[in-house]
């Protein structure tokens, strides 16, 4: 059983993970194709300025001044900007649940009666 | 005056009270409505008052005088206010001329001028309530009682204006008879008094001296009637005056002249037809004066009380007793009271007065003759004078009278015995005869009562009665004779043949069965049909001299009255008649009550055996139950009376005519039907084998040969007898009937027929030919429209369309003879400046791809030319894939140059999660496999970094999963390490909420696990676990744990997650909920150079070098590509 999981499993899911990178570097080149607004743009520097952070700033041929900067603009991107889209998703989520609730308690809500 | 308001922007009809228009919401102007001037507030221009504030409404312009002040205070009700007409202002009488006004009516506005015109209230107007009355009109003061003048009474009636005239002083008396005999107010006579007051200006007007005004009648009793009590006092006083002293019968009818009219009639009419001035008081006393009104006692006591006075109706049976006593009545007072009757009553009770006072004036039949004159109508004058003239050969028929009375005054004159009571009507006959033996006891002098059959049986007893005897009969009772001879006794058919056998012979007999229908209605009493032939016998012998008859007696008066006269002229031939009818027809049981019945039963038995016998089925139409019944008596009265032969009415005289009182055969009928006693015309109404419609048509239903028999014979019908009922339903004249019929029936004449024939066929043969009715109607074009329209008849065969057309395209694809869409999408248009919608190029396309699929059909859009074909678009995928591919080899095993190196600084969270694991060194730690082979590749490194450490620190290591993937990767990564594996905990978040309440040390041991028994060893490290690392690539996990676990207790919490899960943790991390954290593989790398240095991690390394070439190429590729396609993208 263990090598069942351990030979067909584990390196299908993989797999399937590696498919993901690969089809969303294509959805990030043709992004431009379909849809050219100001949003798609910043998405798409973004992920291009990520990619080459984590793979650049890592790799020794890169100036260590380099690498700094676009650690810093990396910790930037990481720590304020997607931290606070994630927090207002959470809350955002945590508002849902509350009112979802007090929906279910007064009787508004039955979502078990559909 | 419109009721709607038009909105000025869609023209939308609105109603009054609209603000805004219901259609497109714009405000409606107020000029539409009646501006209040008070609020200003729109109201409907119907509107008196305003709706909002109450105030008038007064469109237009202003008023032109200050409105006046409205009383806050007012009386009037809300309706009365609301519904108020505009009011004058004070001082605007208008047309009215101010110097008209009264004078009261004048100070009283001008002092009410500040009360607002309001009037005192009714109780201050009382003298102990005012103090002054200087406020009140004059008219409502009296100075001298200061009291109230009027006081309302509590019933206004004739009696009080009576009361109120009586108490007038003498000059207002005066001032009121000058006003009463005012004829200018009056009228002639008083006309115009009404009855109440023609007392009061009667007496006062000729002599000139005022009476004393009558006494207030005294309250009447219950049963006496207001109306009638107040109506006529004087005549109720006189009932307490002696009877003796009562005026004359001709004063009474004088004071009946102050009666109104209507009342006159209302008055029995024949209180004073038999009123007895002299009659002896005792009389009146049998009459019970209470519950009588006070004019009907008085009359009584004027006329003595007399209950013959009394017409039936009012009289009931105990007053009948007395009426019967009081029946002989002298003949001056019966003339003046016969001169009392109204018209009416004369014309109605002519007949009765007659023949109910005549036979009383026995002891002077000459006297009672000249009065009975005086006391007929014009009509009966008339008569009176013609048959005087016509009868003075016989002095007892010269009165004037219908016949039968005379007779039964002459009989009574010779006889001087017959009973002359009656003034009663037949019907009260019975409670008669019932109360006279008692009056008889009682007065024997006097008559008992008059029996009717009595007297026809005194007549029938005397031949001189008989004379003229069906004279008198008016033609309502001919009309109502017929009826009852019908319930006329069973006749004898054997004996009417040989009654008719000796009067007329064979000539004159018809059968009886042709007759029936004849017969019927005739049927006769058996003794009384040889009477009855008699009769017809001397009619015919009558009418054969009536057109010598004088023109007088003939021609002016009524037909009965002509025919009374012409018996009476006759009354010489019909005492012969009179003769044999006491032979043959007087019955034996016609003296009155003594009818023997049983002998009369045995008669009808004894008749019908011999009908049958005779083939003569009498049972058709006697029935011999009916024959027997009570109303025999009457009939048995009248048909007596018509024994003589001129007594007959005119229905009965058809008889001798038709001669049906025979009993011939069948066969010898036949030929005697033709005969000369029955017009042929008649025979034909008969009904016969052809069926009734012959007796309704005769004219349009006779054969040929009535016809030429009719034809032949007019002279005939010119002299043929026909009943009343006949002539006057057929024709005025005789002749012209006659004539008339002859024209009816001439075309039917053979004769005529025939010669004309040939020229009727000539008339005919030219004649177009007859088209069919439904040839004649006109044909109604149908239209081709119609035609088409019109069902065709389904004959089996399948109807070809001529053509068959398919969709190609839309939802209907495919279905044939489907109908084209009428395009119902209008195209947009430009917004012009003042439209409120704009269509954007959106609403543009879609409305024109709209249009494009109703009216031309789906069309499938261009195919827009990819910048890359298919084919370049593969290739270009395996490149990126080769791309890939070449790094991670690249990356794993290419040169050491093209790896990456770690980073040599450890990141902050990790350096948390190391203190972290640090300080749980020793003690339990529970480890959660939350992830699955997939982030394997990346969170294996982190797990085995932090299990080689935690092993290395002594901590026991419980493993955990939500997912059964989790179990198995936890079971794979742990198998070197000794670890209690907990059961799957199910139930995401509450699942592991239950299991964050077991863990740490809050004094509760877990001993089971969603349904899973813990061992104590397991429980007990539960409770003592303190820390939980959590390794997981997915949001949903990490959540549930930071927030039930984390929240459920003190126990540490760290994350191993993936690097692409690092901003989710991250805000946990900085909250305090997580200790600390790895994201990724750059981190687990960092963290074990830093902290475990002597941990193999070669694999770690080179797949962290692969990662960094990989993704080093991804960016390219992105930034290739994004520039390739965003420079060469296509324009739409």
Redesign the interface.
């Known amino acids: 059983m263990a090598q069942a999981f351990e030979w067909v499993q584990a390196p299908l899911e993989a797999a399937l993970a590696s498919m993901l990178a690969v089809f969303l570097i294509l959805s990030g080149i043709r992004m431009l194709q379909r849809q050219r607004t100001i949003w798609s743009v910043l998405f798409f520097v973004t992920a291009v300025t990520i990619l080459f952070a984590n793979a650049i700033i890592l790799n020794p041929f890169t100036p260590p001044g380099i690498s700094q900067v676009v650690l810093q603009f990396r910790d930037l991107v990481h720590n304020f900007i997607v931290t606070a889209g994630i927090r207002g998703i959470l809350i955002g989520v945590a508002l849902g649940i509350i009112t979802l609730a007090v929906r279910v308690l007064i009787g508004v809500e039955r979502p078990y009666n559909k | 005056m419109s009721l709607q308001i038009i909105c000025p922007e869609c023209n939308t009809p609105n109603s009054l009270s609209s603000k805004f228009c219901n259609d497109c919401g714009a405000r409606l102007p107020k000029s539409t409505s009646v501006l209040c001037p008070k609020c200003q507030s729109p109201n409907p221009r119907n509107n008196f008052y305003c709706d909002h504030c109450g105030s008038r409404l007064q469109s237009g312009q202003p008023p032109a005088t200050p409105e006046p002040e409205k009383p806050e205070d007012s009386d009037l009700p809300t309706s009365a206010k609301m519904f108020s007409l505009p009011t004058r202002q004070p001082g605007d009488t208008g047309e009215l001329d101010p110097n008209s006004i009264p004078d009261w009516l004048t100070t009283q506005s001008e002092k009410d001028t500040n009360d607002s015109g309001k009037l005192p209230k009714l109780s201050d107007l009382t003298p102990q309530e005012r103090a002054t009355d200087a406020d009140l009109p004059r008219w409502l003061i009296d100075t001298d009682s200061q009291e109230l003048l009027i006081e309302s009474p509590g019933d206004i009636t004739t009696e009080h204006f009576f009361h109120l005239i009586q108490n007038i002083n003498e000059e207002e008396r005066k001032k009121l008879s000058g006003l009463l005999n005012d004829p200018a107010v009056t009228g002639d006579e008083g006309a115009n008094l009404p009855d109440w007051l023609k007392g009061l200006s009667t007496p006062a007007a000729p002599t000139g001296k005022n009476p004393k005004p009558a006494p207030l009648p005294e309250p009447e009793d219950d049963d006496t009637l207001d109306w009638l009590s107040d109506f006529d006092a004087r005549q109720t006083n006189s009932l307490a005056e002696p009877i003796n002293s009562l005026p004359h019968p001709e004063q009474s009818f004088d004071d009946d002249d102050d009666l109104p009219d209507w009342l006159s009639e209302l008055k029995p009419p024949q209180t004073e037809l038999l009123a007895l001035p002299n009659q002896p008081e005792e009389s009146a006393a049998g009459f019970s004066e209470e519950g009588i009104p006070d004019w009907m006692e008085t009359d009584a006591a004027k006329s003595a009380a007399d209950p013959a006075d009394l017409s039936d109706w009012l009289l009931t049976d105990a007053e009948m007793d007395q009426a019967a006593a009081e029946t002989i009545k002298p003949a001056a007072a019966e003339a003046a009271a016969a001169r009392s009757l109204t018209d009416w009553l004369s014309d109605f009770d002519a007949e009765e007065a007659d023949e109910d006072i005549f036979p009383a004036a026995e002891a002077s039949p000459i006297e009672a003759e000249s009065s009975a004159k005086e006391t007929l109508t014009d009509w009966l004058d008339d008569l009176s004078d013609d048959t005087t003239d016509a009868a003075e050969e016989d002095a007892s028929t010269s009165t004037g009278l219908t016949k039968f009375l005379i007779a039964a005054e002459a009989d009574e004159t010779e006889t001087d015995s017959a009973p002359a009571t009656g003034t009663l009507p037949d019907w009260l006959l019975a409670d008669q005869e019932e109360a006279a033996p008692k009056i008889e006891a009682a007065a024997p002098a006097e008559p008992a009562g008059f029996d009717f059959e009595d007297w026809l049986e005194d007549k029938a007893e005397d031949p001189s009665v008989t004379v003229g005897d069906t004279g008198p009969l008016p033609d309502w009772l001919d009309d109502l004779a017929p009826d009852k001879v019908n319930a006329a006794p069973q006749i004898d058919s054997s004996e009417l043949e040989s009654t008719l056998d000796d009067l007329f012979g064979k000539e004159a007999i018809i059968h009886t069965g042709d007759l029936d229908w004849l017969d019927e209605p005739i049927l006769p009493d058996k003794e009384v049909v040889p009477a009855a032939v008699e009769d017809v016998a001397q009619t015919s012998e009558f009418f054969e001299e009536d057109d010598e008859a004088p023109p007088d007696t003939a021609d002016d008066n009524l037909d009965w009255l002509a025919e009374m006269v012409a018996f009476e002229a006759i009354k010489a031939g019909q005492e012969a008649v009179a003769e044999a009818e006491e032979e043959t027809a007087v019955p034996e049981f016609f003296p009155g009550a003594d009818i023997d019945w049983t002998e009369e039963d045995d008669i009808v038995e004894q008749t019908l055996q011999e009908a049958k016998s005779d083939e003569f089925n009498i049972d058709d139409f006697l029935d011999i139950d009916a024959q027997v019944s009570g109303d025999w008596a009457d009939i048995d009265g009248i048909l007596s009376g018509a024994a003589d032969d001129d007594q007959l009415p005119d229905w009965l005289e058809q008889l001798e005519e038709t001669g049906m009182v025979t009993a011939l055969s069948p066969d010898e009928a036949e030929e005697e039907i033709i005969a000369d006693n029955i017009p042929d015309w008649i025979a034909n109404m008969r009904p016969d084998d052809t069926g009734q419609l012959a007796s309704v048509l005769p004219s349009a239903f006779l054969v040929d040969s009535d016809a030429s028999d009719l034809l032949s014979d007019t002279e005939e019908l010119t002299a043929a007898e026909l009943p009343d009922w006949l002539d006057s339903s057929l024709m005025g004249d005789r002749k012209t009937a006659v004539s008339d019929s002859r024209k009816d029936v001439l075309w039917l004449d053979d004769g005529s027929l025939s010669e004309d024939s040939s020229e009727l066929e000539a008339i005919l043969a030219e004649l177009p030919p007859a088209q069919a009715p439904e040839d004649m109607l006109l044909k109604a074009e149908i239209p081709d429209w119609l035609e088409e329209l019109k069902p065709r008849e389904l004959k089996g065969e399948a109807v070809h369309l001529a053509e068959t057309r398919f969709e190609s395209s839309g939802p209907l694809a495919g279905m044939p003879n489907t109908i084209a869409v009428e395009p119902i999408i209008a195209m947009p248009r430009a917004a012009s400046a003042l439209g409120a919608y704009t269509v954007t190029t959106e609403q543009a396309q879609q409305a024109r791809l709209l249009r494009q699929m109703m009216q031309e059909g789906i069309q499938p859009p261009p195919a827009a030319k990819p910048?890359l074909s298919a084919t370049r678009a593969a290739w270009?995928?395996i490149l990126?894939?080769l791309l890939?591919l070449t790094a991670v080899f690249l990356g794993l095993y290419g040169p050491a140059?093209l790896q990456?190196?770690?980073?040599a600084a450890v990141p902050a969270p990790a350096a948390a999660l190391n203190s972290a694991v640090a300080q749980a060194a020793g003690k339990p730690v529970l480890v959660a496999f939350e992830y699955?082979?997939?982030?394997?590749?990346e969170l294996n490194h982190e797990v085995n970094i932090l299990l080689n450490q935690l092993a290395a620190a002594g901590s026991p290591l419980i493993t955990v999963s939500q997912y059964t993937?989790g179990t198995?990767v936890a079971?794979?990564q742990t198998a070197a390490y000794d670890v209690i594996a907990l059961p799957l905990v199910p139930g995401e978040a509450m699942g592991l909420r239950q299991l964050g309440s077991c863990l740490g040390q809050n004094g509760i041991v877990c001993t089971s696990l969603h349904g899973h028994t813990l061992t104590p060893e397991t429980a007990q490290l539960l409770n003592e676990v303190s820390l939980v690392i959590l390794f997981t690539g997915e949001r949903s996990s990490l959540?549930n744990w930071v927030e039930q676990v984390g929240g459920a207790s003190d126990v540490p919490l760290a994350v191993g997650a993936t690097q692409a899960l690092?901003?989710?943790v991250?805000?946990y991390y900085?909250s305090g909920q997580v200790t600390g954290y790895l994201d990724g593989l750059?981190a687990a790398i960092a963290y074990k150079n830093a902290y475990q240095p002597a941990a193999e991690t070669a694999a770690a390394d080179a797949q962290?070098g692969a990662q960094?070439?990989?993704?080093?190429v991804?960016?390219v590729?992105?930034?290739?590509?994004?520039?390739?396609?965003?420079l060469f993208?296509?324009k739409s």
Not at chain 2, 1108 to 1112: H, P, R
Not at chain 2, 1117 to 1126: E, N, R, T
Request: without cysteine.
């Open positions: 910048i270009l995928r990126v894939a890939l140059g990456s190196t770690p980073p699955t082979p997939a982030y394997g590749g993937a198995a079971a794979a959540v690092a901003p989710v991250s805000p900085a750059p962290y960094s070439l990989v993704l080093l991804t960016a590729i992105l930034l290739i590509g994004g520039l390739a396609f965003g993208r296509k």
